[in-house]
């Protein structure tokens, strides 16, 4: 029956915690898709997704969990330390590995890893270009997570171009351990006279800055 022959596609994000509104959007995607899909007749899917809580190691965890599920690929994981982590158990497996938002570009580093969306080097160079093209300033602070891979990608990708294109760029960090005032940063940027803030961070650091 279609239920025994159904391909078992597995995935893996934040379900729960703070990056959970990013885990809990692929989820809802990846179901929304394969309902689609197997309307259509032909070929079916299963789909199944374990949280990580956007931890590496339970990042792991859940992957091993769907494993015994009896996954034959894996969409995931959602987040960049996640699917790095996950990558070196999927290589070891010959697993087909699709993160659908893991940015950074180790995320790909192995020959059976892919990614749906752009890198971090991508991001950052293109904000440059951007602020660039439309002259939108020509000092700017850049405020990011320095325990973030994610964070820390697109920073240094835009400074790098952003020198090259003759912007002046001052940055001032923060880690996960203290991202709830912002003062110090924002005072930072206003004493170097910055015209525009870059924040390359998660939406909730950048809601409150």
């Known amino acids: 029956d279609d239920a025994a022959t159904a391909i078992k596609v597995g995935g893996t994000g934040p379900l729960t915690g703070g990056a959970a509104i990013y885990g809990l959007a692929v989820q809802r995607g990846a179901e929304i898709a394969v309902e689609e899909v197997n309307a259509l007749g ?3 899917f299963e789909f199944k997704m374990e949280d990580d809580a956007h931890d590496a190691e339970k990042a792991v965890n859940a992957y091993n969990a769907l494993k015994d599920w009896g996954m034959q690929m894996l969409v995931g994981s959602t987040t960049s330390g996640c699917s790095v982590a996950v990558s070196a158990e999927t290589a070891n497996d010959n697993m087909f590995q699709l993160t659908p938002s893991g940015s950074s570009t180790n995320c790909t580093a192995n020959d059976n890893v892919f990614r749906v969306c752009f890198s971090d080097p991508n991001q950052g160079k293109a904000s440059a270009n951007f602020i660039a093209n439309n002259n ?13 891979v994610y964070s820390s990608g697109i920073f ?19 880690t996960s351990d203290s991202k709830t005032d912002f003062s110090v940063q924002l005072q930072s940027a206003k004493e170097n006279g910055a015209e525009l803030v870059f924040l390359p961070i998660y939406y909730q650091e950048a809601s409150a800055i």
């Open 42 to 44: 032909g070929v079916q």
């Open 136 to 148: 939108l300033a020509t000092k700017i602070a850049v405020i990011y997570d320095s325990s973030s």
């Open 156 to 174: 240094a990708s835009f400074a790098q171009q952003a020198a090259e294109l003759n912007l002046e760029v001052t940055s001032s960090a923060f």
